[in-house]
């Protein structure tokens, strides 16, 4: 197929979108509308900002060439700066489809998915039935919640004892569940987000990194490298506390002659009892269904839009945030 035959298809698929269809930016994770359809032209506009942007047929034409070009598909990290609405548009054509995961668009043979956002529901539809998680960082964290609720926590020193184990014991657990969380999601993260540009979500961003570990090869081979080099080996060797330490089990050399100790003492979480935090959690979650309280709403409300806050953040918008002149060369 020609490309102006691709160009006049990709029109049509454009006239043919709902007035309020809403398309996103596989890089900038932007989301934008398409306000008018021209001969020369497709004028888009930013659903935040408000800004419009003419996109060309001269660039799409030549997207469409590269990707054509090439068949494992255009590597979206390719693509000028504020050129990602140009892919995203051209999803639209059924030839073409944008992969996210390897970071790409290509030509097709089979009808594909767009970047197309799927509608909302309208205020007065049903609202999708929530689901607790059946997680234990979901449980200590509407434990903490309420600890800190119960407790004036910008007065530890006020706090007794007790209300302090609990409130280190919740954040203990919470902290190592989390990290564990975390760690998941960077996992996960870390397939998607394909250049090293800040990928944006509605509460921050992350970004493609990479962090160089060296640990050293042989010891003679190290030693033999650097003497070859000129250096003295004299120069590189050091104690080895290790072997420090296996030689003091064997003789009678106290630890104070060869080390310098400074003694730090801390605080340890020693034991958790899990089935007062599961009767406690019981208990909030049977108090609120039981009572019309107004301070319980309150609390009903909280826990709600802690519940949103925790399926927010774990939510991945790909893409990253950027604005520059228009109408770039592909």
């Not at 964290?141 to 007065?155: G, K, P, S, T, Y």
Request: proline share 5%; hydrophobic share 30%.
């Amino acid at each position: 197929m020609s490309v102006g035959a691709t160009w006049q298809n990709l029109q049509n698929e454009c006239e043919a979108l709902a007035e309020d269809g809403t398309l996103l930016t596989p890089l900038s994770g932007k989301e934008f509308t398409i306000t008018s359809i021209q001969e020369p032209r497709i004028v888009i506009r930013y659903r935040e900002s408000g800004d419009s942007q003419p996109l060309q047929r001269e660039q799409f034409e030549t997207l469409i060439r590269r990707v054509e070009d090439t068949a494992t598909g255009f590597e979206l990290d390719r693509l000028p700066p504020d050129a990602d609405p140009y892919a995203a548009v051209l999803s639209l054509h059924p030839r073409f489809e944008i992969d996210e995961q390897e970071g790409v668009i290509r030509a097709t043979d089979e009808s594909t998915g767009s970047q197309l956002v799927p509608a909302t529901a309208d205020e007065d539809d049903e609202p999708a039935e929530r689901a607790e998680p059946d997680r234990p960082e979901y449980a200590d964290l509407l434990l903490l919640v309420d600890a800190m609720e119960r407790h004036d926590v910008d007065a530890l020193d006020a706090m007794e004892t007790p209300a302090l184990v609990n409130l280190y014991t919740l954040l203990s657990d919470v902290q190592r569940g989390t990290d564990d969380m975390r760690k998941k999601v960077a996992d996960i993260l870390l397939e998607r987000v394909h250049h090293d540009q800040p990928v944006h979500g509605q509460f921050g961003s992350v970004q493609r990194t990479s962090r160089e570990y060296r640990s050293l090869k042989d010891d003679e081979e190290v030693l033999a490298t650097l003497e070859d080099a000129g250096i003295d080996r004299e120069r590189v060797t050091t104690v080895d506390s290790t072997k420090v330490d296996e030689a003091l089990e064997v003789t009678e050399i106290p630890p104070e002659d060869v080390y310098d100790i400074d003694e730090r003492e801390y605080v340890r979480k020693a034991e958790v009892d899990d089935e007062h935090k599961e009767t406690r959690l019981q208990g909030l979650k049977d108090q609120l269904e039981s009572t019309d309280d107004p301070e319980a709403e309150d609390l009903r409300e909280e826990i709600e839009a802690l519940e949103s806050r925790i399926e927010e953040l774990t939510e991945f918008s790909s893409g990253q945030k950027f604005h520059t002149p228009s109408g770039s060369d592909l």
